[in-house]
Antibody, heavy 119, light 109 residues
Framework: EVQLVQSGAEVKKPGESLKISCKGS????????IGWVRQMPGRGLEWMGIIYPGDSDARYSPSFQGQVTISADKSISTVYLQWSGLKASDSAMYYCARRSTYSYAMDVWGQGTTVTVSP | DIQMTQSPSSLSASVGDRVTITCRAS??????LNWYQQKPGKAPKLLIHSASSLQDGVPSRFSGSGSGTDFTLTINSLQPEDFATYFCQQTYSSLLMYTFGQGTKLEIK
């Protein structure tokens, strides 16, 4: 079964750093781009960026460039989303999703990771 | 950036109804338009890719159409499990900036 499994919920304080993960299985991990999507409480889906695990080529939405870092470790079929200084406004649900090689749609999604940033 | 505008933002309908949601791109995106369904507390689920292709396992009452800048998602004979929020997304951008529409919440009348 093709799946993406994300790390668990996080509660952090403003200014702290954080790295969440997304592990793929059931397919050739290095063959598909993996994207990250933010969903703030009660809001829509926001495209953050995408990475190709094969060579760690990462692209960022201008809204998130410089705010987060997307990385990958292909040896363990895992991509990461990290912050070096969290803000309360980073509190949200974060999803990873696989880009289909055929259609470019996001065809497999992780279950989501909730990040809460509170003093 | 390619902007995606969905309408309506919310919609009330009854079981058995036919509903249509529209999505407009700020520039031509050819047929690179996808539709997702999201239920509360769950990850989005791909319904339609490439504007009109039904994802495997998705019921045939869902259909998509359009090309260029204007697209529609149609749900025939609404079922109770279809009440959810629907998002469009373009995957045309050569910069891989795949923007979403703001979503349409489909509620039971």
């Amino acid at each position: 079964e093709v799946q993406l499994v994300q790390s668990g919920a996080e509660v952090k304080k403003p200014g702290e750093s954080l790295k969440i993960s997304c592990k793929g299985s059931g397919y050739i991990f290095t063959s598909n781009w993996i994207g990250w999507v933010r969903q703030m409480p009660g809001r829509g889906l926001e495209w953050m960026g995408i990475i190709y695990p094969g060579d760690s080529d990462a692209r960022y939405s201008p809204s998130f460039q410089g705010q987060v870092t997307i990385s990958a470790d292909k040896s363990i079929s895992t991509v990461y989303l990290q912050w070096s200084g969290l803000k309360a406004s980073d509190s949200a649900m974060y999803y990873c999703a696989r880009r289909s090689t055929y259609s470019y749609a996001m065809d497999v999604w992780g279950q989501g990771t909730t990040v809460t940033v509170s003093p | 950036d390619i902007q995606m505008t969905q309408s309506p933002s919310s919609l009330s309908a009854s079981v058995g109804d036919r509903v249509t949601i529209t999505c407009r791109a700020s520039q031509s995106i050819s047929g690179h338009l996808n539709w997702y369904q999201q239920k509360p507390g769950k990850a989005p689920k791909l319904l339609i890719h490439s504007a009109s292709s039904l994802q495997d396992g998705v019921p045939s009452r869902f259909s998509g159409s359009g090309s260029g800048t204007d697209f529609t998602l149609t749900i025939n004979s609404l079922q109770p499990e279809d009440f959810a929020t629907y998002f469009c997304q373009q995957t045309y951008s050569s910069l891989l900036m795949y923007t979403f529409g703001q979503g349409t919440k489909l509620e039971i009348k």
